[in-house]
């Protein structure tokens, strides 16, 4: 079993930027994929970034490339997301979830385990 814990959410402004951290607990093997989702209310989780651990591979939805950065701290088990340039659009849930194994696609249901979520809400 793999424990998840975020935070870090809050109300930010527009323009402005926030860093989520994820802290990861239990059993997760050598091999695992750490990634961010986001939901906003209405419409379905999205992936938003995600990083391997080992190898250091990283990956970005189009609408955050260049605003977002995944990030980890090994000795922490932690994964880190820090958002700049942030905009009303990215405002959603922000779910930290664990694939155990190598990246496979970045759909939801490829994840093993998730957190409770934080709640990002942008002021225009």
């Known amino acids: 079993q793999v424990q998840l814990v975020e935070s870090g959410g809050g109300l930010v402004q527009a323009g402005g930027s926030l860093r989520l951290s994820c802290a990861a607990s239990?059993?997760?093997?050598?091999?695992?994929?750490m990634a961010w989702f986001r939901q906003a209310p209405g419409k379905e989780r999205e992936f938003v970034a995600g990083i391997t651990w080992g190898i250091d591979n990283k990956g970005y939805a189009d609408s955050v490339k260049g605003r977002f950065t995944i990030s980890r701290d090994n000795a922490k088990n932690t994964v880190y997301l820090q958002m700049n340039s942030v905009t009303p659009e990215d405002a959603a849930v922000y779910y930290c979830a664990v694939r155990v194994g190598s990246w496979y696609g970045r759909v939801p249901a490829n994840f093993d385990y998730w957190g409770q979520g934080t709640q990002v809400t942008v002021s225009s």
């Open positions: 239990g059993r997760t093997g050598s091999r695992y994929v």
